[in-house]
């Protein structure tokens, strides 16, 4: 949630219109729950939920950084530098958080079934 309130945030701290603000809401929570969803995924289809996922992040990061930073300018040059600060941040850590995710999803986890008191050992992915 504190994703939609920054996003909702700036948004309004670059006037955009009501139609953008709403699309960048509805991308960031879309992106929100393909990650949820790339993690409970067991099987191979958790990747394309993992690339739309990126894929709507990349749409955010485009349109914080050039769509939005012309009604941003038109504000003066303390909100452009706030707004630039602020969106880079996010940008930074919304690209990090989207790598740091991959990694869980390449692991390759075996163990034994929950009624057995013993534990397998772990496989090899791919063993």
């Known amino acids: 949630m504190i994703s939609a309130l920054v996003l909702s945030y700036l948004t ?3 006037t955009a219109p009501p139609s953008t603000s709403q699309l960048v809401l509805i991308l960031g929570l879309a992106r929100v729950a393909c990650l ?10 958790r990747w394309v939920f993992w690339l739309v996922s990126f894929l ?3 749409g955010i990061a485009v349109t914080l950084t050039r769509g939005l930073m012309q009604s941003v300018m038109r ?14 941040v996010l940008v930074i850590t919304w690209g990090v958080h989207q790598a740091r995710t991959r ?3 390449s692991g390759c986890i075996a163990s034994a079934p929950a009624s057995s ?3 397998a050992p772990a496989l090899p992915c791919g063993g």
Do not use: F, H
């Open 12 to 14: 309004d701290v670059a």
């Open 36 to 45: 949820a969803a790339a993690s409970c995924i067991t099987a191979s289809s």
């Open 56 to 58: 709507l992040w990349g």
């Open 75 to 88: 504000r003066g040059k303390q909100v452009t530098e706030v707004y630039t600060q602020i969106a880079n």
């Open 103 to 105: 990694a869980p999803l």
């Open 117 to 119: 008191s013993r534990r």
